[in-house]
C-alpha cells in the first residue's frame, strides 16, 4: 500500500483546494444560515470535473481512482461537507447502483448526467417506523400492466428539492421481508409525488432533507433497476461507495476541527499566555491530530482495496465509524477550546459540530457498525 500522494494526484487536490477556498469558502456560513443548496456553485464544480468522482469517463465521470476521489472529497469537506457530499453524489449508493445494476438505457438517461453534475440525485430509502431495519419498509409496488404503482412515505431524504431523480425502493411482497424489496428510478415531477423539506435543521442545513411522499406513483417498469427483489442487495453492494464517501467527508472535517482550534488556541490568551501553552488544551489538540491521522489511514486503506477491485465491507464500515466517532470527539474538544466563541455563528467551529454529529447516525447509523464489524469478527456472518 502506498499512501504518499502522487503527482497525478496533485493537481487534482490543488485545484480542489483553490476552489474551496476561493468560491466555497466566502459563501458557506451564509447558505448554511439560510438553508439554500448553492446550485450555481455545484455548477462550478462541475465544470472543473469534481462530481465525476470514480465513475468511468464513458458514463461522464472523471473514473479517477478511489485514493484520488478520497483525497478530493476530504479536501473539499474541510471547508463544506454538503459541498464534500455534492462530489460523492455519482460515486456514492446513487450513482453506482445504477452504474452496477442499470440498463445501458438507465445509465444514459440517468448516471451519464449526474456524473456530468447536471443536478442531484435523491436516495430515498429511509421510512417513519425505521431506517436501520431496512428489511421492514411499508412502501409498496404492485405491479399493474407494464408499469408499478408505488405508495408510500420515505423520510430523511437529502436534496429532495432539486433533485433530477430519485432513487427509491420498495417491497413487490410484504411478507418477504428482503427477498421483496425492489429498487426503482422515479422523476420528481411525475404525478403523486410530494417533496417536503424539514426547516431549521440542527445540522446539514443546506441539505434539502426532507419527506417523499408517493401516492399511487404510476412507474414504468423500464424504470425499475435491476429485477424484483434485487433492491436489498443493490442498496447494500452499493452502500461501500458511500461509506468511503462519508468517512473521507469526516476526515476532511477532522482537518478543519484541528487547524481551527489550533489556530485559536495560538491567539487567544489567557492568565498572560496563548492558551495553547496549557497542558490541557494540548492534550486536546494532541487528540486530534492522532484522530486526523488514523481515520485518514483507515479511509485510505479503504480506498486502496476497492481500487484493488475488491468488496470492503468490513473496512468500509470501520472507516465510517472510526472516522465518524473521531470527527465528533475532535468537534466537541474544538468547541471546548473556542469557548464562549464556539456559541456564535460569526465563528465555523459551531457548524462542523452541529454536522459532525449526524456524520455517526447517517450510511448506517454507528451501532450497525459495531455490530457488523463484531459479526464478521465473530464468523457469525
Ligand atoms: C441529516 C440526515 C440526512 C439523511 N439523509 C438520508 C438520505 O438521503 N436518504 C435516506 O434514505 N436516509 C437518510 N437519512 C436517514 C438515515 O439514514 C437514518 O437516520 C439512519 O439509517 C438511522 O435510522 P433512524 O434514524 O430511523 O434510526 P433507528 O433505526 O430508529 O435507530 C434509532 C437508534 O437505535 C439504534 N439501533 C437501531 N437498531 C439497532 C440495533 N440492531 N442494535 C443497536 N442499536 C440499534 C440506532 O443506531 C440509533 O441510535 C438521513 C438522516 C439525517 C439525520
Known sequence: MDFA?????????????????????????EYDREERFPLDLYAEMAQLGLTGGVIPEQYGGAGMDHQTYALMVMEMAETCQAMAAAATWASGVGGVSVLRFGTEEQKQKYLVPLAKGEGPVAFALTETHTGSDVASMKTRAVRDGDDYILNGTKVWISMIESCKWILTFATVDAGAGRKGITAFLLEPDWPGITRTPFKNKVGFRPMETGELVLQDVRVPASNRLGAEGEGFKIAMSSVENGRLGVASRCVGMIRACLNLATEYAQTRTTFGEPIGKRQLVQSKITDMKVAYETARLLVLQTAWQKDQGDRARVNASMAKMYASDALMRAAEDAMQIHGAYGCSDEYDIGRYWRDAKFMQTIEGSNEIHRTLIAEYQLGYR
Open 5 to 29: 500522494v502522487k503527482e497525478e494526484q496533485t493537481a487534482i487536490l490543488d485545484m480542489t483546494r483553490r476552489f474551496s477556498r476561493e468560491r466555497i469558502r466566502p459563501r458557506v456560513r
